[in-house]
């Protein structure tokens, strides 16, 4: 039997942890070709995700030339569903800092690998939270970008 549905401030708690506390996430994209789904690490600054993955690979490739995402981060029975808006970037165009913040709570540093690798930037626009049926209802904690949840 499912636990009683967690408030939406809960929730919006809950997600906060988890950008803040997990590691990897995935990742889905697509082309011509079909749908890609890649597992990815991210680093959470408190309002966007930065990935980073090779130019040349498919997800790369399709972040930059639909230039929005669909992240999932957690278990399945735990979701969080990001859909967000995607800037591509090299490591030059990183903030002072932001690389080595990557590269240490991922313990991946992509700069290491010269100009294969690029970054990208997700501005999430919708984010979706849930565990089981009882909490689809009220799911939805950001809109266009803001969050409709308060504090």
Known sequence: M????????????????????????????????????????????????LLSTPASSPTGRNLVANNIVRLGLGPT??????????????????????????????????????DAYHYYRVRPLRLQVWREANELKGRTLMREGAWIVPE
């Open 77 to 114: 029975r735990d979701v969080v569903l990001i859909e967000g808006t995607v800037e591509s970037l090299t490591a030059a165009d990183l903030a002072p800092g932001e690389g080595d913040a990557f590269a240490a709570k991922t313990g991946f540093d992509p700069r290491a690998d010269g």
């Open 2 to 49: 499912a636990e009683a549905p967690r408030s939406p401030e809960q929730r919006k708690k809950d997600a906060l942890y988890r950008l803040e506390h997990d590691i990897d996430l995935w990742v889905a994209s697509s082309d011509a070709d079909g749908p890609y789904l890649v597992p990815l690490s991210f680093l959470w600054d408190g309002s966007t995700l």
